[in-house]
Structures are given as C-alpha cells and as structure tokens.
C-alpha cells in the first residue's frame, strides 16, 4: 500500500524540541520531491520545508529558518523534520506530501499523495 505516515507530534512548551517523522510505504522516497507543510486553525495550508526529488537542494521557510531541519534516510525510507526552539505560532497540523516532478519543491499544488497529518501544539 503506497502511503506517508506521520508520527511525533505533541504538546511542547515554547522553546522546546520536536522531531517529526514521514515514513513512507509502497515506494521509494528518494524518487521523489518531499514536502512538509502545517495549517494552522483558520489559515492555509503553507510550505514549511522541502527536498527536491534527486536531494539536492532543500528549502526552509522564513519563518522557521535557524530553527528547523528537514532530513532523509534512505534506508529508514522516511523523512524527518527536526523542530527546535518551537514558538506558539507553530502550532498547526503538520502534513508531509510527495511529487514526483523535476524541479520545484515548493509547490503544494504539484503534490499528489499526502500523509493524515500529525498535531503540534505549542504552549505553555
């Protein structure tokens, strides 16, 4: 069965730590373009990081540059996003996505297979 699981999300005080996990089943991840996104009650859904299909450039949202890596592990299969130094304002639904298409990873619209989301909440 072709799927994204996402695991690790939680309550955390601001200031602390998260690190997200998308394992994929199904197929092979490093075929493809890798996308974290989050959506916040009552705003849009919006790109946080990204991998480009091949590896070979990531992106990182402003608003989480200095705080937030995005990795992969091919043998694990599964892509991780390493959240640090959380604020409230990061509390949403993270969801990772997959595309298979050259080139931008930025794009929601170009992403066709999306995990069931994973809740961070951020507060003291």
């Known amino acids: 069965q072709v799927q994204l699981v996402e695991s690790g999300g939680g309550l955390v005080q601001p200031g602390g730590s998260l690190r997200l996990s998308c394992a994929a089943s199904?197929?092979?991840?490093?075929?493809?373009?890798i996308g974290w996104f989050r959506q916040a009650p009552g705003k849009e859904r919006e790109v946080v990081s990204c991998?480009?299909?091949?590896?070979?450039?990531?992106y990182l949202a402003d608003s989480v540059k200095g705080r937030f890596t995005i990795s992969r592990d091919n043998a694990e299969n599964t892509v991780y996003l390493q959240m640090n130094s959380l604020k409230p304002e990061d509390t949403a639904v993270y969801y990772c996505?997959?595309?298979?298409?050259?080139?931008?990873?930025?794009?929601?619209?170009?992403?066709?297979?999306w995990g069931q989301g994973t809740q961070v909440t951020v507060s003291s």
């Open positions: 991998i480009k299909r091949g590896g070979g450039s990531t």
């Open positions: 996505a997959t595309h298979g298409r050259w080139g931008t990873c930025r794009r929601e619209d170009l992403y066709g297979l």
């Open positions: 199904g197929f092979t991840l490093d075929d493809y373009a």
